[in-house]
């Protein structure tokens, strides 16, 4: 279970994206990968050599990084997240295409593509390959994805349809469940959308897609589950004052986030919100914070950090830290 949520700077038009990771267990960190690196896909063993440095979360795994979240150098931004009963995995290769573990697809689209243009432009020589035919066995894997870069166009990319589906979002809010349209019918019980968000002619940047009336409407539900936490992101998202700056709209995010965010409660639930994390896409800068940390690391994909040859795994403290006053 995870959710994912945009802000976008008034001002300096910044485009914040932020997610909670929910998980069994804290298992990404951040971490900066460069350009030229040689990883193989746990599919086929084929090697690849990525395009474009960025910085994330995940960690090393064999022959390969996995990244859960990140931004690379020409600022696309794009998060995975777990995708319930939705996935439709291929189980025989077509010839000529790129084949992955669903896994490693938001770490090839951030090494290789410079935009949502870009991913789209490209998306159909891409499988998600079910583990038939793989040489590690991973199981049925079910996730998707956001991406969103500096114009401030913001879409969903779900492998339910082979090529795999990509579809623009201009709400800006994702969580867990399948079929994207039913969740946005089901959130007009709470919110009015506006007529160009009917029409789908809603401009970039635009930072609202309902009219702020919600007399006679549901009260949002308070559970977490995927629908729930779609709900209350997106009706408290569409109340929340616009940010004027990347500052602002991180501080959004977080209090956004604090609304959806798991706690932790192994008698009751397997996963919580074991970290949380927004980049932005004009400064490149990566944001994140773990479960039992009070304050947010800030790491950003400046020239220097590009040029540097080899991965970088940063080490963060996920623990109660706390700053006395005398």
Same mark, same amino acid.
């Given at each position: 279970?995870?959710?994912?949520?945009?802000?976008?700077?008034?001002?300096?038009?910044?485009?914040?994206?932020?997610?909670?990771?929910?998980?069994?267990?804290?298992?990404?960190?951040?971490?900066?990968?460069?350009?030229?690196?040689?990883?193989?896909?746990?599919?086929?063993?084929?090697?690849?050599?990525?395009?474009?440095?960025?910085?994330?979360?995940?960690?090393?795994?064999?022959?390969?990084?996995?990244?859960?979240?990140?931004?690379?150098?020409?600022?696309?931004?794009?998060?995975?997240?777990?995708?319930?009963?939705?996935?439709?995995?291929?189980?025989?290769?077509?010839?000529?295409?790129?084949?992955?573990?669903?896994?490693?697809?938001?770490?090839?689209?951030?090494?290789?593509?410079?935009?949502? #243009?870009?991913?789209?432009?490209?998306?159909?020589?891409?499988?998600?390959?079910?583990?038939?035919?793989?040489?590690?066995?991973?199981?049925?894997?079910?996730?998707?994805?956001?991406?969103?870069?500096?114009?401030?166009?913001?879409?969903?990319?779900?492998?339910?349809?082979?090529?795999?589906?990509?579809?623009?979002?201009?709400?800006?809010?994702?969580?867990?469940?399948?079929?994207?349209?039913? #969740?946005?019918? #089901?959130?007009?019980?709470?919110?009015?959308?506006?007529?160009?968000?009917?029409?789908?002619?809603?401009?970039?940047?635009?930072?609202?897609?309902?009219?702020?009336?919600?007399?006679?409407?549901?009260?949002?539900?308070?559970?977490?589950?995927?629908?729930?936490?779609?709900?209350?992101?997106?009706?408290?998202?569409?109340?929340?004052?616009?940010?004027?700056?990347?500052?602002?709209?991180?501080?959004?995010?977080?209090?956004?986030?604090?609304?959806?965010?798991?706690?932790?409660?192994?008698?009751?639930?397997?996963?919580?919100?074991?970290?949380?994390?927004?980049?932005?896409?004009?400064?490149?800068?990566?944001?994140?914070?773990?479960?039992?940390?009070?304050?947010?690391?800030?790491?950003?994909?400046?020239?220097?950090?590009?040029?540097?040859?080899?991965?970088?795994?940063? #080490?963060?403290?996920?623990?109660?830290?706390?700053?006395?006053?005398?």
């Amino acid at each position: 279970m995870c959710t994912s949520i945009l802000q976008i700077g008034q001002i300096d038009h910044a485009h914040v994206l932020a997610r909670t990771m929910d998980w069994p267990q804290l298992g990404a960190r951040p971490l900066f990968c460069p350009r030229h690196y040689h990883w193989h896909s746990v599919f086929d063993d084929r090697e690849y050599i990525t395009k474009y440095a960025l910085v994330g979360s995940g960690g090393q795994h064999g022959r390969r990084i996995d990244t859960s979240d990140g931004v690379n150098e020409f600022g696309l931004a794009v998060q995975k997240l777990t995708f319930t009963n939705g996935s439709q995995l291929v189980e025989e290769p077509t010839a000529g295409w790129i084949h992955l573990a669903p896994f490693e697809l938001s770490f090839y689209l951030l090494s290789n593509y410079r935009s949502v #243009q870009d991913i789209i432009d490209h998306i159909d020589e891409i499988e998600l390959m079910a583990d038939k035919h793989s040489l590690l066995k991973y199981g049925h894997s079910e996730l998707h994805f956001a991406a969103c870069d500096p114009t401030g166009r913001i879409v969903a990319i779900e492998p339910v349809t082979h090529p795999i589906e990509v579809i623009e979002n201009p709400l800006g809010v994702l969580t867990n469940s399948n079929h994207f349209e039913r #969740q946005l019918r #089901q959130l007009e019980k709470y919110v009015n959308f506006t007529e160009a968000f009917k029409h789908r002619t809603v401009p970039l940047n635009t930072p609202r897609v309902t009219t702020g009336n919600v007399s006679g409407k549901a009260i949002p539900p308070g559970s977490y589950s995927p629908g729930s936490r779609f709900i209350r992101a997106a009706y408290l998202k569409e109340r929340i004052d616009l940010p004027e700056n990347e500052i602002e709209a991180f501080d959004n995010c977080w209090h956004l986030l604090d609304s959806v965010n798991v706690p932790k409660s192994a008698a009751h639930q397997p996963t919580y919100s074991v970290y949380r994390a927004a980049v932005c896409c004009e400064s490149r800068n990566y944001y994140y914070q773990p479960y039992h940390a009070k304050s947010v690391v800030k790491i950003q994909l400046t020239d220097e950090l590009i040029r540097q040859a080899e991965p970088i795994f940063f #080490q963060i403290n996920d623990r109660v830290d706390f700053r006395e006053i005398n």
